[in-house]
Every structure is written in C-alpha cells, then in structure tokens.
C-alpha cells in the first residue's frame, strides 16, 4: 500500500507557465515533506522541503503547499522553464525517518 | 566537494547469481542509506547505516543486505538474484542519521539487469 502518492505519471506545459505537481499521502504522522528532481542517468537531487507546522515553503521559482487536512501537497514552479524538465519525487519522513517516496511525475516544459 | 559516488554504474547478471554494490559518500558523512527504483514504484527504501551499524532496514527479503565500513562506506549485496531485482540502486549520504530535516545526497545509481 503506497504511502505517497503521484497519480499523475507525467504533465507537459509551455515554457513560462506554471507547473503545479501534486502529491498524496494517506499517513497523518508524517512531518516532514521533500520534492526531488531526478535527470536520467543522475541520481535525485533535493529541491525543495516543508514542516508539517508550516503550510508554504518558498525558493525562488519554486514553492511548496501542505495542506495537512487534504493530506495533499504541491509543487509550484513558476515560470517553468525547458530546463526543469525531469522526473519529480515527493517523500515524506516517517517516524524513524525513512524518506518514503512516490512514483514520481515527468515533467516536460515545452520551447 | 566531491558528490556520492558508486561502483559499478551498469551490471548484468543472471538469475542466481550474488551481486555487490558499492558507495562512497560525501566526505564527511557518515550516514549512508540505499533505495531500489523500480519503473512506477517510485524509490523504495532499502536500509540505512551509520557508524557501521544498521538503523534502519525497509520492507526487503534477506537477499538483500548491507554493510558499512570504518571509513563510512558502505557496501550492499544481493544473492540469489531474481529477474524482479533488476533496477537502480541509489545510494544517499547526509551527514548524521535520520533526523527530520536532514537532507540527503543521492550517489547517481548502479543499474543492475537480471537475465
């Protein structure tokens, strides 16, 4: 039963749009929430992270929403740009700290 | 600063045979964890060290093992291998176990194919 959830696989838009990816967690225990972006043949480099007692978190061109009733968080880049297409991840830290990750969503930013 | 870095990057095997991974962290850290990517399960966390010792072990059979040495790097190894192994391991490092802001470097992977 997956902890985190990525149900969208993949998400195409143009370049200096919004990209908006998304991520589902059935764990109310869960703290601690991080976003990965993975280029092939790199291994995942960290993005961006939010506390469960806050409910944005932002870095430049990204910005993280936590909304703990919903269960639900958000990953926000804005403007996209063609070189932040990649494979995100979203985890979450569980009570003796393992990251438990999703399936991950392609992103691809259109010219 | 030199990144994680693991050994092999690429390794073909077949069906029963052991197979060992290897990873060195970020100078300076001593905590090394490994996870296994699958296509659409995302990573899956496979165990962490620390000072030589596990913390921390996921949801794998016995096949599955690890180790660490004095100088933080660790090792992991597979036996037995089943077609189902193939994938890429990713090994992270950070600085001190666990921890909820503790972040994470991931070394680039070893893509293992079973035949």
């Known amino acids: 039963d997956q902890q985190v959830k990525q149900n969208s696989p993949s998400l195409s838009v143009q370049e200096g749009r919004i990209s908006i990816l998304n991520c589902d967690y059935t764990?109310?225990?869960?703290?601690?929430f991080l976003w990965y972006k993975k280029y092939p043949a790199e291994g995942p480099t960290f993005l961006i992270s939010?506390?469960?007692?806050?409910d944005k978190n932002e870095d430049g061109r990204f910005t993280v929403f936590l909304n703990k009733s919903a269960k639900h968080l958000s990953l926000h880049i804005v403007p996209s740009q063609p070189g932040d297409s990649a494979v995100y991840f979203c985890?979450?830290?569980?009570?003796?700290?393992?990251?438990?990750f999703g399936s991950g969503t392609r992103l691809l930013v259109r010219p | 600063k030199a990144g994680v870095t693991q050994t092999p990057r690429y390794l073909i095997k077949t069906r029963g045979q052991q197979v060992t991974l290897s990873c060195s962290p970020i100078?300076?850290?001593?905590?090394v964890s490994w996870y296994q990517q699958t296509p659409g399960q995302g990573l899956q966390f496979l165990f962490e060290?620390?000072?030589?010792?596990?913390?921390n072990k996921g949801n794998f059979p016995g096949r599955f093992s690890g180790r660490q040495f004095s100088n933080s790097r660790s090792e992991m190894n597979v036996s037995t291998l089943e077609l189902g192994d193939s994938a890429l391991y990713l090994c992270a490092s950070s600085m001190r176990p666990g921890g909820t802001s503790e972040t994470q470097y991931f070394g680039p992977g070893t893509r293992l194919l079973v035949l």
């Open positions: 764990n109310s225990m869960f703290d601690y």
């Open positions: 100078s300076g850290h001593r905590s």
């Open positions: 939010i506390s469960s007692i806050k």
């Open positions: 985890a979450a830290k569980d009570s003796s700290y393992k990251l438990i």
């Open positions: 060290y620390f000072s030589e010792t596990q913390r």
